[in-house]
């Protein structure tokens, strides 16, 4: 996976053997229930796991597992990174567990016009584009509070 490479790319040691993958669903209110509940199961059924790192697809997702972590007193084995901010991320960032949250990345949706239009113009002129277009991307952080409220829209 990408987060395994990008581990892995960063000195990190990270074996296909102690990987989890977990299908919690890909977005709104059912999947918090949905991924809270199979997070809570997999945190129950490793009680000596720590060092804990966790990728969702959405913050959604992300509020899940955050509430999963928290409830079962184990947030402090978590570090946990979500695929966009959202209101959960900086309600998670006003409790004592808010070092769980590590953050996520932003793909300043606002900027999808830059990479869609030109690749549109170039499929109605005959071009063969490339099959993958890669959008500019950052990792927000708590450090970077107002940026992802500017990318919300939220003051």
């Not at 990174?81 to 409790?95: F, K, P, S, V």
Request: charge should be negative; hydrophobic fraction near 45%; include cysteine.
């Amino acid at each position: 996976s990408e987060m395994q490479k990008g581990l892995i790319d960063s000195g990190i040691d990270v074996p296909e053997s102690i990987i989890t993958w977990i299908e919690m669903s890909g977005g709104g209110s059912d999947t918090v229930m949905a991924a809270s509940g199979k997070f809570t199961r997999w945190l129950a059924a490793h009680p000596d796991a720590t060092k804990i790192a966790i990728g969702t697809v959405s913050v959604e997702t992300g509020q899940g597992v955050f509430s999963a972590a928290v409830a079962s007193g184990r947030w402090q084995d978590c570090m946990l990174a979500t695929h966009y901010n959202g209101h959960q991320t900086l309600a998670a960032w006003e409790t004592p567990e808010a070092a769980m949250w590590l953050g996520g990345v932003a793909n300043n949706p606002g900027s999808y016009g830059e990479y869609i239009v030109p690749l549109a113009i170039a499929i109605m002129a005959g071009d063969n584009p490339a099959k993958v277009t890669t959008m500019d991307h950052e990792f927000l952080t708590i450090v970077d509070i107002d940026a992802v409220k500017a990318e919300m829209g939220v003051e």
